[in-house]
């Protein structure tokens, strides 16, 4: 019998009401998905929680709509006061929409005209910079209000939760407790990040941002949306292993460059740069630079010496069971500034609902047996993928053209993570459908996901012939898979994805 059992669409991924993955088993589904039509979306109840509002949130503003005060208007419910306040100016306070902070019955939201527009620029403000309201911070307050009659069972770190989460990380940063500070999500804490550099290099008039390679979708999206004038402080240098590029850039805009945001390796292109040599760039130019590891794990690569901070997910390979969001920021006290970057990243970050913490802390003292399987069966699976006859192009860890920049950083030759990247020369349809893994977003579960991750990052440019072209431009095929390992026999593994793959075409005669 497969371990891969038919995973109907919309059904989670692991199965417990906080998983951060939703099945989608079939390219149709994706397209349905993405287009929101609801032949596809009333059979999804949840989803990666920055992007799909979880159902414990909705019925808790159903609950809180009843006020009279809160009627007939849009409701988010947030981490916090500071958030509440920060989404309302964000949205506007004057005007017919005015958006109002709000605290009801122990929950901090932001309440406002129900218009399309503002529906929709609350829910991209919360999943740029991680603001929701965690699912299992709404299912606490359900309880509370008797409105759910308890928790759904789960095991819980009985201790010290953040201790027991430190402990561990101070594997990967051997830091002191106040350089390791916990966001509610890799999003919130990369914000803070970026916030408190920000802040710091204002002063000298340093306000351009460097986004190095293709970065995840909310990274771009801060670059564009946070820098004080995006046009002309958001920079793009596309080519990671492009050092002579990167020094013309920076002999152009060094004196204004607040920092860059590097991906190392980049999400999901897997390309890693040289990063002694590029942030010894940036510091010859007094600009900082954030480093997020969460491609292939802190438990893999080393970044903290690279890095004025270091922002990272910690949903991915720390919470490998896939069933809580969080993530990092971890401050280089070597560097210049770190008091001040330790002060301003603490006070920029959202709290972490307790729950999640005890939640975190009962699997994260699994990650690096978790990370050495993954590994392990990374190595395999890439080999198959990269001699497969069906297969066009595959991008992973060890790649030809930054294989040597990842050696470099990487704890052990074998240290390459779980996401292994690639495109087919036959339809994408055919082989997705097809494939019997677990199909949805997010990576570094024991679950292996595969998904079309352009398709489910950037939808609005695989649709467009100028999006294309951007992606294009970028290296980037709509058509890639991205592929998370997991910890299922490594053989089962290449098996689906032989079956789906079809059999390599009949050697010529003679």
Known sequence: ?????????????????????????????????????????????????RFVVHSFAKQLCEHLGRRPELVGRSLWLVTSPKMAAALADHLGRTGPAAATPFSADGIDGVAHADTPEHNARGKVYLQNIGGFLSSRAAEDHLVRLGLLPAAAPEKLFAGDATAEIRRVLRGPFPVSDADLLLAPSGMNALYAAFRAISAVQARAGRTAWLQLGW??????????????DPARDYLRHGDVTDLAGLEKLFATHGPRLAGLIIEAPTNPLIQTADLAAVTALARRHGAKVILDPAVSSPFNVDLLPHADLVATSLTKYTAHEGDVIAGAVVVNASRPAAAEFRRLVAAQLE???????????????????????????????????EKHPAVAKVWWALQPASRTNYLKISRTPQSVGGMISFTLKGPLAKFYDAVRLPKGPSFGMTTTLISPFIYLAHYDLVTSEAGRAELAAHGLSPDLLRLSVGTEPVDEIITALTEALGPPPPRPAG
Not at 9 to 30: E, F, K, N, Y
Not at 218 to 227: G, Q, R
Not at 372 to 380: C, E, F, G
């Open 1 to 49: 019998m497969s371990v891969f059992p038919s995973i109907p669409l919309g059904q989670r991924i692991p199965g417990s009401p906080h998983s951060v993955a939703c099945s989608l088993p079939t390219l149709a589904d994706i397209v349905g998905y993405e287009e929101g039509r609801p032949e596809t979306t009333r059979h999804i109840a949840t989803g990666y929680p």
């Open 215 to 228: 970065l995840y979708l909310d990274s771009i999206a801060l670059l564009k949306k946070f820098t004080p």
């Open 351 to 385: 709290p972490v609902h307790p729950r999640d913490l005890a939640r975190l802390a009962a699997q994260i003292g699994a990650t690096p047996q978790f990370v050495a399987r993954v590994n392990a069966s990374t190595l395999k699976v890439a080999a198959f993928l």
